[in-house]
Structure formats: C-alpha cells, structure tokens
C-alpha cells in the first residue's frame, strides 16, 4: 500500500516563505512526475508547479519567480519552497505524485493549509 504524507503548511506573514514536502511510502517501482495543487475557498482546485521524472519543472503565472518545486529521488519525495508569500497564496497545497506501483499510478496527499496574513 503506498501512502503520501504532506509537511511544510502553517502560517506566515506576507513576504514570509514556507517549504511543503510530500513523501510517498510503500511498495513503488518508480518515481515518475509529481506537482503541486492548491485550492483557495471558493475555487477550483489550480496547478502550482509540476516537475517530470527528467527534472524539467512548470510553473503557473501566478507563482513564477517565487515558487521552486524539487524532487529527491531517493526519497520519493517532491517539495515546493515558496518565497515572498502573498495574501492570494492562501489554499489548501496537494501534492500529486506519478508512482509506478502494483495497484495505481495516480496519488494525491492529503492536504496541507497555508494561510498567509497581510
């Protein structure tokens, strides 16, 4: 059974910087693709950044410059270090992760909250 455990979330000032982590466990071939998603209230559920199995990464607009998502393949794990936080960074974080496994390819965490105050 694989599990993916998010860390990182909490409360910060605007300006301020947070590192979310996502490490998946269990029985994995392989490490493919993983991102990063958020979802403020009241909206759907949006792309923060992706990065391939080949390490090439994808930012949206909104968090270009301010935003760095890295993997650690050893360690099944894809994190997002996020500077200079704003108000509008608010969300709920989830990280996705592409794993080659014996049941299914496509995981989701849990959910992390970041909240950021003005």
């Known amino acids: 059974q694989v599990q993916l455990v998010e860390s990182g979330g909490g409360l910060v000032q605007a300006g301020g910087s947070l590192r979310l982590s996502c490490a998946a466990s269990g029985s994995i071939f392989r490490f493919n693709a993983g991102g990063w998603y958020r979802q403020a209230p009241g909206k759907q559920r949006e792309l923060v950044a992706t990065i391939t199995s080949g390490g090439s990464t994808n930012y949206a607009d909104s968090v270009k410059g301010r935003c760095t998502i890295s993997r650690d393949n050893a360690k099944n794990t894809v994190y997002l270090q996020m500077h200079s936080l704003k108000a509008e960074d608010t969300a709920v974080y989830y990280c996705?992760?592409?794993?080659?496994?014996?049941?299914?390819?496509?995981?989701w965490g849990q959910g992390t909250q970041v909240t950021v105050s003005s």
């Open positions: 996705n992760l592409h794993l080659w496994t014996a049941l299914k390819s496509d995981y």
